[in-house]
């Protein structure tokens, strides 16, 4: 289950950290981004197992990883086993560009 949160845009700007987006437990489908998303995107491979393709380097996502999608960052993910079930969350706000590289997350990848 995906779960997207609305917020008032005279808000956003107001809001230092703000969940966009919560998904619990779903089968992922394969998505292309050629764009990236506009927001930071946290993903868990809780069953299976995923690529994530950045910048045409392929890189298997395994049961327990994390991956880290920056804003704008184009990606493409997809399932590698019949069934890749993930959880994630969707981030924006004024502190998570700062948040993201105090933790060593400067860059989009698992």
């Not at 956003?12 to 966009?20: C, D, E, I, R, W």
């Not at 993910?77 to 069934?83: E, H, N, P």
Request: proline share 5%; hydrophobic share 35%; net charge neutral.
């Amino acid at each position: 289950m995906l779960t997207f949160f609305q917020t008032e845009s005279r808000f956003k700007s107001q809001v230092p950290l703000m969940l966009v987006f919560l998904g619990a437990r779903y089968d992922q489908e394969p998505v292309n981004r050629p764009l990236g998303m506009q927001n930071y995107q946290c993903f868990l491979s809780l069953k299976g197992q995923g690529e994530l393709i950045l910048d045409h380097e392929h890189m298997t996502v395994r049961e327990g990883d994390c991956f880290l999608l920056h804003p704008g960052v184009p990606c493409k993910y997809q399932a590698k086993t019949d069934r890749w079930l993930v959880a994630n969350a969707g981030f924006t706000g004024s502190i998570c560009t700062s948040l993201f590289h105090s933790l060593g997350l400067s860059e989009s990848g698992i």
